[in-house]
């Protein structure tokens, strides 16, 4: 258990809806990261987070976006969702962003029909 | 970010060691070799990185060569729970920078049998 939490740990939706997916991070870590893992891209930075303020964007789409709150938690807002979003969404956490270590969570499987 | 090669896969016997290769030939001198693992769509798991020094901890070892260029991870004894796709990452330290993404490549599956 690396003590990354993520909720929900499946979502099955339709295409043009839109859902939240939840990260905790670990207790004192305050930078958050998204990666995206599909079939055919692979695990794909999306979207780092640090103390509530963006720090980066990888290959994050435009109908996608993300916030950390106060309390250091994150969502990750998918959009106008299509097939090809189908994926698992892991978050992980750091210490900072220069801490070495990022520690996953278990992820949310997405399943768009 | 360098780029690493790895095998697509590996096959080990339970209880031998497991020695996972990978070439990092355009390594520069502040980045680090970082190793994760996957089991099976779970949460990929930190298992040890290193900048030039060989490195233990109670999961593995790592052995970087002199130079640089290639790095082993080794698991003692491994078991069937070892069996994961391992990932070898470079990561870079950028003073004063905000990207501190991990770039994951397809990693080596690592089967252990009984």
């Known amino acids: 258990d690396s003590g990354v939490t993520q909720t929900p740990k499946h979502l099955i939706t339709a295409t043009g809806q839109r859902v939240t997916l939840r990260c905790s991070p670990r207790?004192?870590?305050?930078?958050v990261y998204w990666y995206q893992q599909s079939l055919d891209q692979g695990l794909q930075f999306l979207i780092q987070y640090y103390n509530g303020e963006e720090r980066a964007k990888g290959n994050i789409l435009e109908r996608f976006s993300a916030q950390q709150f106060p309390d250091l938690h994150s969502e990750l807002n998918l959009s106008s969702l299509e097939l090809g979003d189908s994926a698992l969404y892991f978050c992980a956490s750091s210490v900072d962003p220069r801490q070495e270590t990022q520690y996953f969570g278990p992820g949310t499987r997405l399943l768009v029909l | 970010d360098a780029k690493t090669t790895q095998p697509p896969s590996m096959d080990c016997a339970e209880g031998r060691a497991a020695n996972l290769p990978c070439n990092h030939s355009t390594i520069s001198g502040n980045e680090y070799v970082y190793w994760y693992r996957q089991i099976h769509s779970q949460g990929p798991q930190y298992i040890i990185h290193g900048l030039k020094n060989n490195e233990t901890n109670e999961m593995a070892s790592l052995i970087i060569t002199e130079d640089r260029k290639s790095s082993t991870l080794i698991l003692p004894h491994a078991t069937l729970r070892d069996t994961a796709v391992y990932y070898c990452i470079v990561r870079g330290w950028q003073s004063g920078g905000s990207n501190y993404k991990l770039t994951f490549g397809k990693g080596t599956l690592l089967t252990v049998n009984p």
């Open positions: 207790s004192g870590d305050l930078s």
